[in-house]
């Protein structure tokens, strides 16, 4: 069962919530914004189903809520951030903040972060950009999960790619994407529906497949299954093209942010992690009105390609997202119980009660 | 049957016939570099085979080998260039030489070309960046093959991203990779080889699977099959993670340079090009050398990853086309004998004798 709690009510009482847990006024509602903004794109999984993670991570010190960001290195164009272990929607907003300030005046800005934390749906801090007529890029590891090509143990992490792209009328292109063919999340959910697993998203590590759910996520904390890179087992079908994207978004967030390894996992800590950022000037290449028509009349194209027998439309990534944000502004947001129960839970923990 | 032929007597005749066909000496000793480069790493599709059709183009005048290119627009970090219709290669070197001169000034370096032509590997053009210790970036958008998830209809490219990266005694990181499951080339090795096309690499407008490399090539010229995007059909296994990689590709390529659409095709003309080129300064994040280490190390790991049952190694990507280049480079190149033939009649119209 769910519960629709409004936009604007849930909103006010997530950054009620990382207020009463230390953060300051402003950064609470940076938090808020980004928790709920993911929540209303329909990414239930990245939204504010975490915030009791969140706060416990506060309250036991193992993330930062009140980060000294600072930049240790800087050119025009780059930054490179030592995030002092803040919790990742605070390095995502200063990481932004600075690239969308350089792409202004350099014609674009990146940033590295080092000793960042989580900082949820990767998509969403691209998307900063969107109001500045810039593209914006975001790139995060995680945890090592996915076999390499051929290989008999998890090396990667689910390894995100976000993209977003200004338009004019339509809704912007925004990518966001693990490099593996499912991020954790869709395991999740199949387990809670208690759903059999395609073949081709889980194997053991003798590259057997693994299609029930619960065995799949009880071994997956063991470490003794792996996830697939898009593209599947073996290079058939292109594994070694996902297996290759995920290594480059770990070499462009975490190795160049200083890390020599794979993320460090351990037990009850949030793991430090690096991450990238970037905004680009679209006007540094075309004028962004120009461009945005551009953008409009491709994505209508795409968007009106005749579809497959069986399916009734194309989308263009972003599209579903776009939409689910707008029945949900109207209809409020959909709260499982569960995720209700620990909401209000650690509301009462910290003092401020749950709206309505 | 194929010929082995040393790479510098190939590249001088490369050079030569270049020169020949009106480029100025360094044009054409550029030109020979890139494509004796790519058949060093044995990619065979992509280097001197390709020599007869640039040859043609230069001389039926729908490729300029004496370009204009002009910068049309710039910031510190980027530029913006009208491309004259020059061979690719040229525009290519161009491209990668503004976009390293400007990530050693402003910390990177990101080039956008409008009418450019086909320019080979796009790896070649990323790789450039590796001896300043810069990560190197290149894509490209081509002739629309790939169905979007759930249509019927070849919308996107085979849409390149290619990605280098230093590393210390370790061969350099460098992706080069089509955002298909697959790339034409692929198809056309299966074509000559006589041997079936696996499920899940083309399919018909009505989705059902294609086996026959002949029907499928011959087919595929008429626009009514369909390339997959990497991820295959549908979503289950990610093939809209494929397509809006491809898309990605070819807005930051195509249209971010001012084309209001897909590549325009026009038979027996090489088609006007975007290309999107990028330079990232390795020093702007961390000391070059420490990183470098850190890439040698991962790596490694990676490289040293057990393997599944059966198979022998794990590779990283770069990895096979730099021991191909080792061995090419000491053996010489392999020459099918039809490309020697077409080598020798372009030699023998121009006035260059083939070595040897």
Known sequence: MTQRVSAAALRDYTARLFSAAGL???DAGIVA????TTDLRG???HGVAHIPRYIRGLQNGSLNGRPNIRILRETPSTAMLDADHGLGFLVGYRAMQIAIAKAKTAGSGWVSAHDSTHYGAAGYWASLALPHDLI???LCTSTSRIAPTFGARGMVGT???????PAGREPPFLLDMATSVVPMGKLEIHLREDKPLPEGWVVDINGKALTDPHEAYRRSIDGDVMLLPLGGAGETWGG???YGLGFAVEIMSHLLAGYAGAVAVTPGREPGLGQFYGALSVDAFQPADDFKAIMDNRLREYKTTPPLPGHERVLVAGQKEWEKSQERQREGIPLHDEVLA?????GASLGVPFPG
């Open 43 to 45: 990414i239930d999984s």
């Open 136 to 138: 914006g890029f975001s």
């Open 33 to 36: 914004d980004a928790l709920v």
């Open 342 to 346: 620990h909401l209000r839970e650690v």
């Open 240 to 242: 070694h093209k996902g």
């Open 24 to 26: 300051s006024a402003e």
């Open 159 to 165: 390894n995100p790619i976000a993209l977003a792209v």
